[in-house]
């Protein structure tokens, strides 16, 4: 290409099309001497590139010389069309009034087609300031001139702008439509850069529709388009963190936040992407738990918006910062008056965040006992609990619910918390994974609570454990979708098998292995992403919890559900064909005092620390008086179950001593102990026995099994691995598997169980038809949960439970390999008797010698589930 050429004048639609290939040919024609008008097009390209993928200094230098050289060229229309591309730099840079100077010489200098894409630059720099009524009226205006010109290129950007901002205006269908018109036009055309960005759009769209899981497909397909073109992608950032965060996965999308302003500021990029950023990084950090850097991030954010002159998303960011400093447990009169302003302001734009300005203003009355303000704040918000997408509606709900609250009306506060969590019910069954499904019930927490302290005051313990369950597991209500049998998602899968196994093998030899670990987390990104992307399968919410229909089935078990109202252990005795509640102690203390007894079972676990198994017990009475107080003498004689909140679930249930000599299990909830109660066994009564690497024992128990078993499937060696353990865990009868198991508490689904080959994960797991209806998992660590969402539970059990699996043998801390022989040789036996797994493990227990060692060994291990 020469500056002689009139092909100069292509690379401006090059640029994002091939963006590298179109700023290497704008650098060739400069190197020449090219005339004016070409030289104008040559420094607009590198501007461009420099605005979008690069430096906004060097993009402001070279827009400033092709406007200078369009104005030596004596040509009207180029240096219009300069102006505008001008303008929307300068306004990203943050200099809001000269961009908009800028874009009003541009519309004003063109005309026609010209005058057509100046008025969609200017609707661009209305929609990055929100104003978005002036960006729709310029979009209106300009699409018909382009069509009419037969510019499929800039038709099809104006239309994808203008869907844009009716998402921010909450016009979802309209949004849709013009995505859809805008996307058949780029189909017909070579642009990959603009094609991405319709990829992305259309991601957005589904996240404002409530679809989650296809949000985060089409937010990876953009990623992968925009990485093959080697260019930036803050804006996908900020799209995929607002997905991220309303799938209750806020500390990843902060960690994202954080890593692309980073790597912004190192670039030199956009300061109005910059305080985007640091507005996601904001709620990002406000929903993590970490109000502190919340207001941080905003109060930055805010100061940024107002010198860019952006009011729309000033407003926004000063109500994320209101909710971080209310997080923080701030809270005064002022804060009321700025939150009603803010809801004031967002309702004058239309914006869909104004609900939940009034609910944070109402929250603040609340709080400071001002009632009629609170009120008058509640009743705005609550007007947004009948329609929009279901976390808007939620926030309507949560707001009736507290106004009925505060009016003393318990019938209305559990009204409110019933349609609002029928809401959240709705939108969870959408997601296929198990993680989304349990992590997004975050959001339904407060009306939970509201339900359940509402319950307390003004119901009986039926009602209470009705609430109590209604928002408790409900991850495991229903199976998550199976991961289709994906090629890529396989592929990866093995690799990361491979490459985990080759790190633990460098690991125990004392060799550094950074590569390795990269390509693990790599890997385990891949297979996380490709997770989520799966849709939900189950209409409804799962099934309905029936009060009458438990104590029916208990048939002399008394069900012991613990739950937590303000902080305190209610604990609902159900039995005998009623419900009896009594208090306990306080949740804080007794999570202090688990902990206690958990290192000291550790301890235990190793010879020589014989003197400490007083100091346990002693521990174990202790934690008895804070989780079951008056209960323990009520619980009869019969086989109890356990149905702890989440954050109790490590407890060793088995060392209070009012449960140590009981048939005993453990549940996550008692709809799930129904679920297991009712499951039947899968024909064929296959017996599948399982020898992992590495154990200090080499599993003495499994060779000793396999006499005991007719026919048992034995995989040990090199076929103990994952894929033919998978095989033959399928729809099996029973299974125990003796291998080293490490959990996982930063990414709990990859949790695993070493096999020959590599790691078997609960990714691995979840693609069972049918896991196996009894599953014995004689390891360390295999009981661990990771407690996310509401009150929901993350681990290789709850993996299990929900695909047919209705009794699993775990243990929830390190044990002594040599003394976990003879009780699994004794768990076996009362299998082999006709016991359940509740039965074998008390009759194992008492069958152990009596030091200190067998017996913690014994306390360590839990039966879940009811088979």
């Known amino acids: 290409m020469t500056a002689g050429s009139d092909s100069v004048l292509e690379l401006l639609p090059l640029v994002f099309a091939a963006p590298n290939d179109a700023l290497a040919e704008a650098r060739r024609v400069l190197d020449t001497d090219a005339a004016p008008l070409h030289a104008s097009v040559a420094h607009q390209v590198i501007g461009i590139w420099q605005r979008d993928f690069g430096d906004t200094r060097l993009a402001l230098h070279h827009l400033r010389r092709a406007r200078d050289y369009a104005v030596r060229a004596d040509s009207a229309e180029r240096e219009a069309d300069v102006l505008g591309t001008l303008g929307v730099a300068l306004i990203h840079a943050g200099q809001t009034r000269q961009g908009q100077s800028a874009l009003e010489r541009g519309v004003e200098r063109g005309t026609g087609h010209t005058r057509a894409r100046a008025l969609f630059r200017r609707a661009y720099a209305g929609w990055v300031l929100g104003h978005h009524r002036a960006a729709l009226e310029d979009v209106r205006r300009a699409i018909p001139v382009l069509r009419q010109a037969d510019d499929v290129i800039w038709t099809a950007r104006a239309l994808t702008l203008r869907a844009t901002v009716h998402l921010a205006l909450g016009a979802v269908d309209r949004a849709d439509a013009d995505f859809t018109s805008a996307e058949a036009l780029w189909e017909t055309t070579g642009q990959e850069h603009d094609k991405a960005d319709a990829v992305e759009s259309r991601g957005l769209a589904a996240f404002r529709s409530g679809d989650v899981p296809v949000a985060l497909r089409l937010l990876a397909e ?332 208990l048939d002399g078990t008394r069900l012991v559900e613990l739950a937590v109202v303000d902080g305190r252990v209610q604990v609902l005795l159900c039995g005998d064909g009623r419900v009896r509640r009594f208090t306990a102690g306080l949740l804080a203390e007794a999570e202090q005092e688990a902990e206690h007894v958990l290192a000291g079972l550790r301890r235990l676990a190793h010879p020589g620390a014989e003197a400490r198994l007083p100091l346990v017990e002693a521990m174990g009475r202790r934690l008895e008086e804070l989780l079951l107080g008056p209960a323990a003498a009520h619980l009869g004689g019969g086989p109890v179950v356990v149905v702890p909140p989440g954050r109790l679930h490590r407890v060793p249930w088995a060392l209070l001593p009012s449960l140590r000599e009981r048939v005993l299990s453990v549940s996550p909830s008692a709809s799930s102990w129904l679920r297991a109660r009712e499951t039947e066994p899968p024909p064929g009564g296959r017996h599948v026995l399982v020898r992992g690497p590495g154990l200090a024992t080499g599993g003495a128990e499994v060779p000793e099994l396999a006499d005991r078993y007719s026919a048992p499937v034995v995989l040990e060696g090199d076929e103990a691995c994952v894929p033919r353990v998978l095989e033959e865990l399928d729809g099996a009868a029973l299974a125990h598997i003796a291998a080293h198991g490490s959990f996982r508490a930063d990414s709990p689904l990859f949790s695993s169980l070493r096999m020959s080959d590599g790691p078997l994960i609960v990714h691995d797991f979840e693609r069972l038809a049918r896991s196996p209806y009894r599953i014995i998992l004689s390891c360390c660590d295999t009981a661990r949960f990771a407690s996310v969402g509401a009150d929901e539970l993350l681990g290789l059990v709850t993996a299990l439970l929900p695909h047919g699996t209705a009794g699993v043998v775990a243990c929830s801390v390190p044990v002594n390999d040599a003394a976990v022989v003879p009780l699994m040789l004794a768990l076996h036996k009362g299998l082999g008797a006709g016991l359940c797994l509740a039965e074998a493990l008390r009759d194992a227990r008492a069958a152990m010698p009596g030091d200190a060692m067998h017996q913690s060994t014994g306390w360590a291990f839990s039966a879940f589930g009811a088979a």
């Open 222 to 553: 953009a990623e992968e388009r925009y990485a093959k073109l080697g260019t930036p992608i803050f804006m996908l950032n900020i799209r995929r963190c607002e997905v991220l965060m309303a799938a209750g996965l806020a500390p990843e999308a902060l960690a994202e936040a954080d890593a692309a302003i980073a790597e912004l500021d190192g670039m030199g990029g956009q300061s109005t992407r910059k305080a985007e950023l640091l507005l996601t990084a904001a709620r990002a950090a406000r929903l993590a738990g970490d109000p502190h850097t919340a207001i941080a991030r905003a109060a930055l954010a805010v100061r940024l918006f107002a010198a860019q002159r952006r009011t729309w998303w000033q407003t926004h960011a000063r109500l994320v910062l209101l909710e971080s400093r209310v997080a923080a447990g701030r809270a005064s009169g002022r804060m009321v008056a700025d939150a009603a302003e803010v809801a004031e302001l967002l309702a004058g734009f239309g914006a869909p965040a104004a609900p939940q300005a009034s609910l944070l203003a109402g929250r603040i009355a609340l709080r400071l006992g001002w009632r009629a303000d609170a009120e008058r704040h509640l009743a705005l918000a609550a007007r947004s609990r009948r329609s929009g997408p279901p976390l808007a509606r939620l926030t309507g709900w949560a707001a009736q619910a507290l106004s009925a609250e505060a009016a003393g009306s318990p019938r209305g506060v559990l009204e409110a918390c019933r349609r609002g969590l029928d809401v959240l019910d709705d939108h969870r069954m959408t997601l296929g994974a198990s993680e989304l499904r349990a992590r997004a019930t975050e959001q339904g927490a407060e009306l939970a609570a509201l339900a359940q302290r509402a319950s307390l005051a003004h119901g009986g313990p039926r009602r209470l454990l009705k609430w109590s369950e209604r928002w408790r597991a409900t991850a495991l209500s229903a199976p998550p979708t199976r991961p289709p049998a994906d090629p890529e998602l396989l592929g990866d899968l093995t690799a990361f098998r491979e490459i985990a196994a080759r790190a633990e093998e460098a690991r125990r030899d004392g060799r550094p292995v950074p590569a390795l670990e990269r390509d693990q987390r790599r890997l385990e990104k891949a297979i996380r992403s490709r997770s989520l992307h799966l849709r939900g399968e189950t209409p409804g919410g799962g099934d309905q919890f029936d009060v009458g229909r438990l104590l029916e089935r």
